[in-house]
């Protein structure tokens, strides 16, 4: 299984992108999905997820109300739409497939190679 982000770049603050991730070699298995972030300095941090069958999201605090994570069953993605971005949003990006105990924990099986978000002020 190959994930390959993409979406990022430089964005003033309030403004908006859109983050996708493209799962391939599935070989038709179904993975629940996660977003997560690491800033400069800091540790990485789990930002969204999506549990794949039953398509429920789940949120950090941070992002709530900003941001949003849904699949396109047809091109085999996840996205993270993000809005009224605001400079802490500043980060590397990362998707994750395939978590091994919760889609909150960082443990999961698959990651991609993260694409960075710099919002400015």
């Known amino acids: 299984v190959q994930l390959q982000a993409s979406g990022g770049g430089l964005v003033q603050a309030g403004g908006s992108l859109k983050l996708a991730c493209v799962v391939s070699g599935r070989a038709g298995n179904i993975y629940d999905m996660g977003w997560f972030r690491q800033a400069p300095g800091k540790e990485r941090e789990f930002v969204a997820g999506l549990i794949w069958n039953t398509r429920n999201t789940f949120y950090a605090d941070s992002v709530k109300g900003r941001f949003t994570i849904s699949r396109d069953d047809g091109k085999d993605t996840v996205n993270l739409q993000m809005n009224n971005l605001k400079p802490d949003d500043t980060a590397i990006y990362f998707c994750?497939?395939?978590?091994?105990?919760?889609?909150?924990?960082?443990?999961?099986?698959?990651w991609g190679q993260g694409t960075e978000v710099t919002v400015s002020s």
């Open positions: 994750a497939a395939d978590p091994r105990r919760n889609i909150y924990d960082e443990d999961y099986n698959y």
